[in-house]
């Protein structure tokens, strides 16, 4: 015996509402898992900061390094100079001409001016390096703050992503029963316009148009989705089109 018009409108209208729901809950679920695939994206983007500033300490623990190690080199050099003058002040007590004697002195001269510049440089070059280390701890206080807000945050998104996932196959119960309800024809349909539509492979009637692309329907084709005797796709997009009054009034 051959369905009746009623009875294929019902089944029509009973497989849409099925789509509707099978959709909303498939794109909750698509949701949910772009978070889950995404998440080693989103940490690897918020901890360039932590990178940055890493750097940035690395960088300037080079600088007070290298300054200290010049610090110790000047002042390796200033006791050379000063054991220098101690020599040639004890040569002056031997020196058998006077114009040897003018010459140690005039050196020694030399010696205690080229001294005196390098102890001035070499404390300017230590007041730099109390500048240098007062700013790496500030660097390093940023980036112990940034570390730890950062670990705050991937623990945030680890507990997201375990609840997302269990979420999900908390569904996959419901989503069987739904593609179950369904004929296989209509399912392989839906999920061939869900991978070529990005999720969506239903879509509502808006006035005259699909809205999912926009495009305008012919009158026969808004009669056909509002009589819900048949699955009718949209001429443009291939999604399968639905009455959302029609729909609801399923529902209720």
């Known amino acids: 015996m051959e369905p009746t018009a009623e009875g294929a409108s019902s089944s029509a209208l009973s497989r849409l509402?099925?789509?509707v729901r099978l959709?909303?809950?498939d794109r909750d679920r698509d949701g949910k898992r772009e978070f889950t695939d995404g998440l080693p994206r989103i940490l690897a983007a918020r901890r360039q900061a932590v990178t940055a500033l890493e750097s940035k300490v690395a960088k300037s623990t080079e600088a007070v390094t290298h300054a200290?190690?010049?610090?110790r080199q000047r002042e390796l050099e200033l006791k050379s100079k000063t054991a220098e003058i101690q020599k040639l002040e004890l040569q002056l007590n031997t020196a058998k001409t006077n114009q040897e004697y003018q010459a140690l002195t005039?050196?020694?001269?030399r010696l205690r001016e080229a001294t005196g510049r390098e102890e001035e440089e070499t404390l300017v070059l230590y007041d730099e390096i109390t500048k240098l280390e007062a700013s790496l701890a500030k660097e390093k206080e940023a980036l112990s703050v940034a570390q730890r807000e950062f670990?705050?945050?991937?623990?945030a998104c680890e507990r997201d992503k375990e609840a997302a996932l269990l979420e999900i196959g908390q569904t996959d119960g419901a989503r069987a029963e739904l593609v179950a309800r369904l004929p296989r024809d209509v399912v392989e349909t839906y999920e061939r316009l869900r991978v070529g539509n990005g999720g969506v492979a239903v879509c509502a009637l808006d006035v005259r148009t699909c809205s999912g692309c926009g495009m305008m329907l012919t009158l026969n084709?808004?009669?056909k989705v509002l009589g819900g005797r048949e699955l009718v796709p949209c001429r443009?997009?291939?999604?399968?089109?639905?009455?959302?009054?029609?729909?609801?009034?399923?529902?209720?």
């Open 106 to 109: 005039q050196h020694i001269q």
């Open 23 to 25: 959709q909303a809950l």
């Open 221 to 223: 084709d808004q009669a």
């Open 68 to 71: 200290k190690s010049s610090a």
């Open 17 to 19: 509402a099925t789509l």
């Open 151 to 155: 670990d705050a945050y991937q623990l």
């Open 236 to 252: 443009a997009c291939s999604r399968i089109l639905y009455d959302k009054t029609t729909i609801a009034s399923l529902r209720s």
